[in-house]
């Protein structure tokens, strides 16, 4: 199966794009920051693409897998244009690039409250141009991912605060590990009718 990945060099996407490779497809990665994350050797093809900019051409996949997004809630309060040039523009031109049996399109939990701030508008307008535009779509989505599998490899974890009303003082956060939701992204891949 060819599948386009956008965001492929990002934390999340440089994880699917290694479970995807290694479960036999041809991956075709994209992104605006190859600074990040390696992942030559599982993609067939890489393409430097900001998405923000609309492709002058059109390419046909299988599967498409849009994680391509910005996702700091400060920062979409200071800078939401930003937001909504990378996360609802660059969801329309992934749309108009790419020729595909099946969108999956990567939200966020916080897409249940559009209204919570600029990153939580922007993913609901994403998921709205998907159902729009993309009749054959899955909508995926997460929040409060964390973990390792070979990529962003850390000597320390860092944890702040010692004050809250907990057994250790530290905050309690509900997380979901990030190999968790790449294999999540790969059953819906493999499993959705096209």
Do not use: P
């Given at each position: 199966m060819k599948i386009l990945v956008t965001g492929a060099t990002g934390y999340i996407g440089a994880h699917?794009?290694?479970?995807?490779?290694?479960?036999?497809?041809?991956v075709v990665a994209t992104d605006f920051n190859f600074n990040q994350n390696n992942i030559e050797k599982y993609s067939s093809q890489i393409i430097d693409w900001d998405f923000r900019k609309p492709s002058p051409m059109k390419m046909s996949f299988d599967k498409v897998v849009h994680i391509g997004a910005m996702g700091s809630v400060p920062l979409s309060v200071k800078n939401p244009w930003l937001y909504y040039e990378t996360n609802v523009v660059g969801?329309?031109?992934?749309?108009?690039?790419?020729?595909?049996?099946?969108?999956?399109?990567?939200?966020?939990?916080?897409?249940?409250d559009p209204a919570a701030s600029p990153?939580?508008?922007?993913?609901?307008?994403?998921?709205l141009l998907t159902k729009q535009f993309k009749e054959n779509h899955s909508l995926?989505?997460?929040?409060?991912?964390?973990?390792?599998?070979?990529?962003?490899?850390?000597?320390?974890?860092?944890?702040?605060?010692?004050?809250?009303?907990?057994?250790?003082?530290?905050?309690?956060?509900?997380?979901?590990?990030v190999i968790d939701i790449v294999y999540s992204l790969q059953e819906v891949v493999e499993n959705k009718p096209t």
């Open positions: 699917y794009v290694k479970v995807a490779a290694e479960h036999g497809h041809e969801t329309k031109n992934v749309i108009d690039f790419a020729e595909c049996d099946h969108f999956v399109y990567c939200s966020t939990g916080s897409a249940f990153y939580a508008t922007t993913k609901y307008g994403g998921e995926v989505r997460f929040y409060n991912v964390c973990g390792n599998d070979g990529f962003n490899k850390f000597d320390t974890l860092e944890i702040f605060g010692t004050d809250y009303d907990t057994r250790d003082g530290t905050c309690i956060r509900n997380y979901t590990h």
